[in-house]
């Protein structure tokens, strides 16, 4: 197991009140697994993947992240610096503004290497050409002494899974990494990913809203609504036999390129809830076309590592 | 025929350098009909999309509009037939305006009778609406606003310029339903410019696909998506993730042998 997650909160002060953006979650990252979890734009599913590293400026992280065993939760910043970069790996949404637009693209890239004390400073400058043509970099020798802003997005993208895989993490977590792509791009962008993780051998945690990014890398999904996972499971299980209303509801929402153009699109009714204001029990209870009175009272979870969703539905 | 496009171009002067951002563009869309426009980002399809309803001057070429050149033409007599959906609802609302002042203001402008109430319905909107501001809605709410400002006029063409792709997964079909509803009711022409290959599919009755600034390919949406013939269409379609995970592409690892990297 590389990574577990146990009970993880996550909360931030809003106007003198406690906005909970993540109550509760616990998952498991095996080795070598792809992992997705996909959720809504306020689910919660960036602030955890944040809070588990701390690179948010929640009020409060609770529940314990193992990662090889140590709790991230409990480590210093000093101590989490040997982890950032090191052992974990990430890629972040926006290629345009997750790298500094003022280094150059091979100082940013040997920047993790000379800091772990990986690579001596000449070392490092060959690792940094070969990580760009392992990523697929057109002109690599060229874009070592480019900036930013002479490269594509898609370029870019590739250099920053470039930095997250320079020193051979465990661990990658990529969050929403082909969102600001074009559609031609995001498919040679996960199938990078796909490749460089069978290559270096690192597990992967994918932050997505993209149901189809699920369906074409990951092994295992995690479904979020208002900072929960309602359901998870293999792929496979939950794309093609969805047990939570929410997950059923969403499939049926979106159109499918393989299927017949008349079949009419369901739409899901009202808005994701306000976590300042959330109704008792079920997240969902307000939107879904089964709830009955069992569902104020708060729907079961079930363990981290079978298939279930959090509904009274299911049970 | 409600839309003839002829040989549009756009060029841009950068400099002494051009850049042809439309390189004439022919089509045609007929009354009721959807036109699905595809494309990556910088391939001109906006720019079309603003040149069709003269916010920004074309280069070259005509657009007839229900018979009548109006390539020339400025002014308001145009507003009251063509309209546009934008693609961002937090940016395209005035935020200090009133949803009420906002879907108010064309009906003013052109000298119309108030029908700010028949709007909201229209869209599904609570009538409380009327006294607030865009802040206080959500975003698939603001974009229900977008599209009412846009009937305001009774317009009989909307450009959609990518109106869903700011939206959450679970609003966008709210959205969709809604346009194909309000085509229906109001026998209203589309133009749905868009990258989500299945959402374009959806509603489309026909689909232009744009690259660099020329369409490359165009018909009827089933033939199109079933049976691509140039070569960019087909790369786009290939790169369309499934939403079944059975289809899963494998990395072709045994095809293109990665460069071999060792610490």
């Known amino acids: 197991m590389v990574l577990q997650v146990e009970d993880l909160r996550v909360g931030f002060s809003v106007q003198g009140k406690e906005l909970l953006a993540v109550r509760g979650v616990s998952f498991d990252v095996k080795e070598g697994e792809t992992v997705g979890i996909v959720g809504e734009s306020g689910c919660g599913k960036s602030a955890a993947v944040q809070a588990m590293l701390k690179l948010t400026p929640a009020n409060r992280i609770s529940g314990k992240v193992l990662f090889e065993g140590e709790d991230l939760l409990k480590k210093s910043n000093a101590e989490l610096r040997a982890v950032r970069g090191r052992k974990i790996g990430m890629v972040f949404q926006d290629p345009m503004t997750s790298l500094n637009p003022t280094m150059k693209i091979g100082n940013q890239i040997r920047e993790g290497l000379l800091y772990h004390r990986i690579a001596s400073r ?11 043509k392992v990523v697929g970099v057109t002109e690599p020798e060229l874009r070592l002494e480019q900036y930013p802003h002479q490269l594509s997005g898609g370029m870019r993208q590739r250099v920053l899974i470039a930095i997250a895989l320079a020193c051979n993490p465990k661990l990658v977590i990529a969050d929403e990494p082909t969102t600001a792509l074009d559609v031609t791009v995001q498919a040679q962008i996960l199938d990078l990913l796909k490749k460089m993780q069978s290559h270096f051998q690192t597990s992967l945690l994918l932050i997505t809203h993209d149901l189809s990014v699920v369906a074409s890398v990951c092994d295992r999904v995690l479904v979020m609504y208002a900072g929960k996972i309602v359901e998870q ?21 979106l159109p499918h390129l393989d299927r017949p153009r008349s079949e009419p699109l369901l739409a899901i009714e009202g808005s994701p809830p306000n976590l300042l204001i959330l109704p008792k029990g ?5 939107r879904c076309p089964f709830a009955s009175d069992i569902c104020k009272e708060e729907p079961p979870a079930g363990n981290s590592t079978a298939n279930w969703a959090a509904c009274w539905k299911v049970v | 025929m409600l839309l003839n496009v002829k040989n549009l171009r756009k060029v841009y002067a950068q400099g002494k350098k051009e850049f042809t951002a439309v390189d004439g563009v022919s089509f045609k869309i007929q009354r009721g009909e959807t036109l699905g ?6 391939c001109g399809k906006s720019t079309l999309g603003k040149m069709l309803l003269r916010l920004i001057p074309s280069t070259s070429g005509q657009i007839f509009f229900d018979g009548e050149d109006i390539t020339k033409n400025r002014g308001r007599a145009l507003c009251r037939r063509m309209q546009m959906i934008f693609q961002d609802p937090f940016a395209s609302l005035n935020p200090r305006m009133s949803i009420g002042d906002i879907l108010k203001e064309p009906l003013q402008i052109h000298g119309l009778p108030d029908r700010v109430d028949e709007l909201l319905d229209l869209v599904g909107l609570p009538q409380v609406s ?3 501001f865009p802040h206080e809605f959500s975003g698939g709410q603001r974009q229900r606003v977008g599209i009412a400002r846009a009937l305001a006029l009774n317009p009989d063409f909307i450009v959609c310029d990518e109106p ?19 085509q229906k009711e109001l026998n209203l022409t ?22 660099l600034g020329k369409i490359v390919e165009m018909g009827p949406a089933e033939q199109i998506f079933s049976n691509p013939q140039h070569p960019y269409t087909q790369l786009l379609l290939s790169s369309a993730l499934s939403l079944d995970p059975r289809k899963k592409k494998e990395p ?12």
């Open chain 1, 233 to 253: 499971g293999t792929v496979e299980e939950v794309l093609l036999d969805p047990k939570h209303p929410y997950t059923q509801m969403l499939l049926r929402s």
């Open chain 2, 190 to 211: 589309y133009l749905f410019i868009a990258h989500d290959l299945k959402m374009v599919r959806y509603l489309s009755t026909q689909v232009a696909v744009m690259y």
């Open chain 2, 164 to 182: 869903i792709s700011a939206l959450d997964v679970s609003i966008q079909a709210q959205i969709v339903n809604l346009l194909i509803r309000l």
């Open chain 2, 130 to 132: 009327k006294n607030r």
């Open chain 1, 282 to 286: 079920c997240p969902f209870r307000p």
């Open chain 2, 37 to 42: 426009l595809v494309g990556e980002s910088g």
């Open chain 1, 122 to 132: 000449k070392e490092s400058k060959e690792k940094a050409l070969e990580l760009l």
């Open chain 2, 252 to 263: 072709d690892l045994l095809k293109k042998e990665l460069t071999p990297f060792v610490f």
